[in-house]
């Protein structure tokens, strides 16, 4: 199944009891999974959440979503941004986490973008996975552990750096930022990996990649605000 062109916010309750916690998106195992072109904002936990808890995950797709914050405690307190975590015995095979851009989630929140295997508790490594081309903007770098892939060309962007790099960006702007990228942003443009062969040839809007894919949702050029579906197969 896919999840693809959600706006996903929090909204503030104060009537819920100690304890209580969301994610915009959950999933406790599954086969066949794909989360792309989603907006979500102000989660007190975990933007995306895929937790291995009843089952592991086979050939799961996230890829051209933006996850940020507009409150500061949020920003620096429990919150994450795109979190995959084993807790189910398994192998976890063809994880692909790829050109998500994740913003303001910063020390001591340290899953801005986290994929954990827990070797030691769980005996099976991740196969045939790729953390790659995420821009992580005002926040910690990937968080991985053994058993899991090297993260690769993702890119971490201070928050001096953020405001000419898009098209607009004010710190815990959340989802009033537009980070479509500007010509400064030249540690982004086209310094991805080549994905096309997993996430098809766009980005979150629809715009066709270069010969390499830059890092982030937006690929530089991208010019309409409006999302656009994609619709890449995942390997069978």
Known sequence: YSIYNNTISSYTDTSLTTGQHMDGIQVLGGTYVKAY????????????????????FNHLHVYDNVISVTDPV??????GGIVVEQKFAGTMNDIV??????ADLQPPASRTLTMLAHLSTYGSPYTNCVLANNALVNGNPPETDSGTPTPTNNVNVSSANAATYFKSYVKYGGASNDFRLTSAATTLINKGINVTALI????MLGLTFGVTPSVGAY????TSTAQAPTNATINT
Do not use: H, K, P
């Open 200 to 203: 098809g040839t766009v980005d």
């Open 219 to 222: 690929e530089y050029g991208s």
């Open 97 to 102: 986490d790829v050109n998500n851009t994740i």
């Open 74 to 79: 949020l920003g620096t307190n429990t919150s």
């Open 37 to 56: 072109s989603n907006t979500i904002t102000n989660m007190t936990n975990y933007g995306m959440y895929w937790e291995a808890y009843f089952a592991v």
